[in-house]
């Protein structure tokens, strides 16, 4: 349910409630599939950004006044916009990374009990695979 930036400074907190709940209420059995993100500027906004699922706060790196999803030292918009794509981005390579290195272990681990493959191989190879997503994350 997307909101336009026309809500007043008092209504924020209300509508980013509201937001919240229907987008719970319609969500049904997976609730992962609707998250409300606030962007504001705290600590004017705190309520509404309490009240997000992802909340960005503009001009308040380094602040003490409360922890965000993301604090930006900017009020420049595109800033969240870069900081959401980074963060996916980053979630993204951590999960490819960690599937290369455990899938040495996990293939390997059939073949070692079976007696295919002497038992002493698996760590060194899972620790190969390790090396190679770290490998990998480096370049």
Wanted: one cysteine or more; a negative charge.
């Amino acid at each position: 349910m997307p909101q336009s930036a026309d809500v007043e400074p008092a209504e924020r907190s209300a509508t980013a409630t509201s937001a919240a709940a229907s987008a719970a209420s319609s969500a049904g059995l997976c609730p992962m599939t609707a998250t409300v993100a606030v962007i504001g500027q705290s600590p004017a906004d705190d309520a509404a950004l309490a009240a997000a699922d992802v909340a960005v706060a503009l001009r308040s790196a380094g602040s003490t006044s409360a922890d965000w999803g993301i604090e930006l030292a900017t009020d420049d918009v595109r800033d969240a916009a870069y900081a959401l794509h980074s963060a996916r981005d980053c979630l993204r390579l951590a999960r490819m990374e960690l599937a290369l290195a455990a899938l040495p272990a996990l293939v390997l681990a059939g073949p070692a009990a079976l007696g295919m493959l002497p038992a002493v191989w698996v760590p060194v190879l899972a620790t190969a695979g390790a090396l190679l997503g770290l490998g990998r994350s480096a370049l």
